[in-house]
């Protein structure tokens, strides 16, 4: 019998009877069935948010970054296994390689920035402290915190496994608790990914649910707290937008949905290493998953005067591929994820050869392995003859097709592009700094979510045009859905609460758990240099006694680095800048002069300082001036290694005035 998947629902894997069969585009062979009968939607999401929500938000950034670390190592021990799934839905193991492979890059990725860029605390200050008052008595500042509710992520049937992880990573990280609903082509591929994961035990119960199958009331149980994160058509997201929960009580829907993403080869580039780039671009996103890539490129623009050798290059390469079965030894191309789906490019190509024609594709490849043909398709290569009409800007073929559309200016390349409502990338090939890419730029920029230039310099290390990156946002304006999946850091607070806290320097600093600028400081305990980090407070401080600051001490810097900037070492133009008033201190040298006032020299617990960040000089220091040091302890993060802990400390630079002449922090590895 063919087995039904399997949901996860409130602790308990449930597998129903029977349901829609899903069949391989490959053999033509029933997979399996999916079903959710049984499957307690609102059940789901009171999992959610009482058991998965408290769980996770229990642990800090650090260490939910911590569980991704532990996460990838889960899905790398499956990858196999992974890969094996993803062949009987049409995927080449460079295919799977994108899918699977990406999708612990993106994990990877999180849990990096996770560590780095978010505090070791249960929430982040998102930006500076706000004086709002003359005597900086009262403050505000932005803080992030978990929403409390649960994030819905709907993915599309293409990348089972990335899709879906770089929609988790960021949810999880923020502290947010995900349900997640595969589509029903590749389900069974989502089924082993979230079997892996979950049996596992590495995240706490909750953390995570799976329905491998419709949703039924599901969204009836969100409000202001849920967030949904959908990738599919714009139809559908077009029709979901309209719910309740979205239009009422205020949950958060974001799509990433169709998009007619162009290419354009420049006229600055357009001949040898750019053209060539750019046909092999156009190549590769045609094969890639069978051209089932929502960033796949739809339209190339090729300037006129170049059309037949873009067209000859990129038949020769084409006749290259070959098409079948994933699992057999030389296939380049798989098939498209069912009969249907090859059925709706074809019927979507019949509506643009009015105004164009087909070029490449027009004879069938003979397919490799013993498989049904009826979801196979060659790479088409169309070539609009009128590119006025709206045909070749408002449909997309969600398959192996493009269409070549030359252009005789640039700007008659913007008008085009820009027809096509929002794209989630476009990419261009040529020279860096050209007139042309420029004027490209600002034309497209607003329509797009992501750009890509490749010229010589970044031809061999460029990712390709359509790899969305965890670093970057993914999305678009318009048709691609408005929406910011992935965005590294953004993506996160995206399930963060922004909340603007008002207070006194000592509530923000109680509130948040970061020293703010104004609150009290504890200067009555030894150096804090002295304490393991289990003894540090936040607000431990040091203020040192003074230095004075001699010409002989600019100008023995000067001669050390070979910094002889006018303004240290010539009196007379010093006093004409309309600046100085005469010869200053080296700004470096006042905090070389901070670190020797503020540092304990015997061995302790303070092992390395490994950084400095926001320097800033307020104002000059001159011969004579007298500085001191208040040396505050701002904030704690740990590190893995059980013996070590980070510890950020807030240092101001004042003058003999109690004038601030330097701010910055400075990072150090203290030892437990």
Same mark, same amino acid.
């Given at each position: 019998?063919?087995?039904?998947?399997?949901?996860?629902?409130?602790?308990?894997? *449930?597998?129903?009877?029977?349901?829609?069969?899903?069949?391989?585009?490959?053999?033509?062979?029933?997979?399996?069935?999916?079903?959710?009968?049984?499957?307690?939607?609102?059940?789901?999401?009171?999992?959610?948010?009482?058991?998965?929500?408290?769980?996770?938000?229990?642990?800090?950034?650090?260490?939910?970054?911590?569980?991704?670390?532990?996460?990838?190592?889960?899905?790398?021990?499956?990858?196999?296994? %992974?890969?094996?799934?993803?062949? =009987?839905?049409?995927?080449?193991?460079?295919?799977?390689?994108?899918?699977?492979?990406?999708?612990?890059?993106?994990?990877?990725?999180?849990?990096?920035?996770?560590?780095?860029?978010?505090?070791?605390?249960?929430?982040?200050?998102?930006?500076?402290?706000?004086?709002?008052?003359?005597?900086?008595?009262?403050?505000?500042?932005?803080?992030?915190?978990?929403?409390?509710?649960?994030?819905?992520? *709907?993915?599309?049937?293409?990348?089972?496994?990335?899709?879906? =992880?770089?929609? %988790?990573?960021?949810?999880?990280?923020?502290?947010?608790?995900?349900?997640?609903?595969?589509?029903?082509?590749?389900?069974?591929?989502?089924?082993? =990914?979230?079997?892996?994961?979950?049996?596992?035990?590495?995240?706490?119960?909750?953390?995570?649910?799976?329905?491998?199958?419709?949703?039924?009331?599901?969204?009836?149980? =969100?409000?202001?707290?849920?967030?949904?994160?959908?990738?599919?058509?714009?139809?559908?997201?077009?029709?979901?937008?309209?719910?309740?929960?979205?239009?009422?009580?205020?949950?958060?829907?974001?799509? @990433?949905?169709?998009?007619?993403?162009?290419? *354009?080869? %420049?006229?600055?580039?357009?001949?040898?290493?750019? #053209?060539?780039?750019?046909?092999?671009?156009?190549?590769?996103?045609?094969?890639?998953?069978?051209?089932?890539?929502?960033?796949?490129?739809?339209?190339?623009?090729?300037?006129?005067?170049?059309?037949?050798?873009?067209?000859?290059?990129?038949?020769?390469?084409?006749?290259?591929?070959?098409?079948?079965?994933?699992?057999?030894?030389?296939?380049?191309?798989?098939?498209?994820?069912?009969?249907?789906?090859?059925?709706?490019?074809?019927?979507?190509?019949?509506?643009?050869?009015?105004?164009?024609?087909?070029?490449?594709?027009?004879?069938?490849?003979?397919?490799?392995?013993?498989?049904?043909?009826?979801?196979?398709?060659?790479?088409?290569?169309?070539?609009?003859?009128?590119?006025?009409?709206?045909?070749?800007?408002?449909? @997309?073929?969600?398959?192996?097709?493009?269409?070549?559309?030359?252009?005789?200016?640039?700007?008659?390349?913007?008008?085009?592009?820009?027809?096509?409502?929002?794209?989630?990338?476009?990419?261009?090939?040529?020279?860096?700094?050209?007139?042309?890419?420029?004027? /490209?730029?600002?034309?497209?920029?607003?329509? +797009?979510?992501?750009?890509?230039?490749?010229?010589?310099?970044?031809?061999?290390?460029?990712?390709?045009?359509?790899?969305?990156?965890?670093?970057?946002?993914?999305?678009?304006?318009?048709?691609?859905?408005?929406?910011?999946?992935?965005?590294?850091?953004?993506?996160?607070?995206? +399930? /963060?609460?922004?909340?603007?806290?008002?207070?006194?320097?000592?509530?923000?600093?109680?509130?948040?758990?970061?020293?703010?600028?104004?609150?009290?400081?504890?200067?009555?305990?030894?150096?804090?240099?002295?304490?393991?980090? @289990?003894?540090?407070?936040?607000?431990?401080? #040091?203020?040192?006694?003074?230095?004075?600051?001699?010409?002989?001490?600019? @100008?023995?810097?000067?001669?050390?680095?070979?910094?002889?900037?006018?303004? +240290?070492?010539?009196?007379?133009?010093?006093?004409?800048?309309?600046?100085?008033?005469?010869?200053?201190?080296?700004?470096? /040298? /006042?905090?070389?002069?901070?670190?020797?006032?503020?540092?304990?020299?015997?061995?302790?617990?303070?092992?390395?300082?490994?950084?400095?960040?926001?320097?800033?000089?307020?104002?000059?220091?001159?011969?004579?001036?007298?500085?001191?040091?208040?040396?505050?302890?701002?904030?704690?993060?740990?590190?893995?290694?059980?013996?070590?802990?980070?510890?950020?400390?807030?240092?101001?630079?004042?003058?003999?005035?109690?004038?601030?002449?330097?701010?910055?922090?400075?990072?150090?590895?203290?030892?437990?």
């Amino acid at each position: 019998m063919t087995r039904t998947l399997s949901s996860y629902v409130a602790g308990t894997w *449930i597998t129903p009877d029977g349901g829609e069969a899903v069949v391989s585009p490959v053999t033509g062979a029933t997979i399996c069935q999916v079903s959710t009968d049984g499957v307690d939607d609102g059940e789901a999401v009171r999992h959610a948010r009482e058991v998965g929500g408290p769980a996770l938000r229990a642990l800090t950034f650090h260490q939910r970054a911590w569980l991704l670390k532990d996460l990838v190592k889960v899905i790398a021990a499956h990858k196999q296994d %992974l890969y094996e799934l993803s062949a =009987l839905s049409g995927a080449t193991s460079k295919d799977a390689w994108v899918d699977v492979d990406g999708g612990m890059g993106a994990v990877a990725t999180y849990s990096s920035q996770g560590r780095r860029f978010l505090p070791d605390a249960h929430v982040v200050v998102d930006g500076p402290v706000q004086p709002l008052s003359r005597d900086g008595s009262f403050a505000g500042v932005h803080v992030g915190s978990p929403k409390e509710g649960v994030a819905v992520q *709907i993915n599309a049937f293409n990348f089972p496994v990335w899709g879906s =992880l770089e929609k %988790l990573a960021p949810a999880l990280l923020a502290g947010m608790p995900s349900i997640v609903k595969p589509a029903t082509p590749t389900a069974y591929v989502a089924e082993a =990914l979230y079997r892996a994961i979950i049996d596992s035990g590495v995240l706490p119960e909750g953390a995570v649910q799976f329905i491998a199958g419709p949703v039924h009331d599901l969204f009836d149980h =969100l409000d202001g707290q849920d967030l949904v994160g959908f990738t599919g058509s714009a139809a559908t997201a077009s029709h979901l937008r309209t719910h309740p929960a979205f239009t009422s009580r205020s949950a958060i829907f974001t799509a @990433e949905t169709d998009s007619l993403n162009s290419s *354009i080869l %420049l006229p600055s580039g357009a001949e040898g290493a750019h #053209l060539d780039r750019f046909v092999t671009e156009v190549a590769t996103e045609l094969t890639t998953k069978a051209g089932q890539r929502c960033t796949a490129i739809r339209r190339a623009f090729v300037p006129a005067s170049h059309t037949d050798e873009v067209v000859t290059k990129l038949r020769a390469q084409l006749a290259e591929v070959v098409l079948g079965d994933p699992r057999v030894e030389g296939v380049t191309m798989g098939s498209l994820v069912s009969a249907g789906a090859r059925a709706g490019v074809e019927r979507t190509v019949e509506k643009l050869l009015p105004g164009a024609r087909r070029v490449i594709g027009d004879e069938p490849l003979p397919l490799v392995g013993d498989v049904d043909d009826a979801a196979f398709m060659p790479p088409t290569v169309l070539l609009a003859d009128d590119a006025s009409r709206d045909e070749v800007h408002t449909l @997309e073929p969600f398959g192996p097709v493009t269409t070549l559309i030359p252009y005789d200016t640039v700007d008659e390349a913007v008008a085009l592009i820009r027809r096509g409502g929002g794209s989630l990338v476009a990419s261009a090939f040529g020279p860096a700094g050209a007139d042309d890419a420029i004027a /490209l730029f600002a034309g497209i920029a607003a329509h +797009h979510g992501r750009l890509l230039f490749v010229d010589d310099a970044a031809a061999a290390s460029q990712t390709g045009h359509g790899s969305p990156l965890p670093h970057l946002v993914h999305g678009g304006p318009g048709r691609a859905g408005g929406g910011e999946e992935l965005g590294g850091l953004r993506a996160v607070h995206h +399930h /963060l609460q922004t909340t603007a806290v008002q207070g006194s320097p000592d509530q923000l600093t109680a509130l948040t758990g970061r020293y703010v600028p104004g609150a009290a400081r504890d200067t009555s305990g030894p150096h804090p240099f002295t304490k393991r980090f @289990e003894e540090l407070s936040i607000g431990d401080a #040091l203020i040192t006694g003074e230095r004075e600051v001699t010409l002989e001490d600019i @100008e023995a810097f000067a001669a050390l680095t070979g910094d002889t900037f006018y303004a +240290h070492m010539d009196e007379v133009a010093a006093k004409a800048s309309p600046i100085f008033e005469g010869r200053v201190a080296h700004g470096y /040298l /006042l905090v070389s002069a901070a670190a020797g006032l503020f540092v304990w020299p015997d061995p302790g617990p303070v092992l390395a300082n490994v950084g400095l960040e926001d320097l800033q000089f307020a104002q000059p220091v001159y011969p004579g001036d007298r500085i001191h040091v208040r040396f505050t302890c701002k904030d704690k993060g740990s590190a893995r290694d059980p013996d070590q802990g980070t510890v950020t400390w807030d240092v101001e630079v004042v003058n003999q005035r109690d004038e601030v002449v330097a701010t910055y922090d400075v990072l150090t590895v203290v030892a437990r």
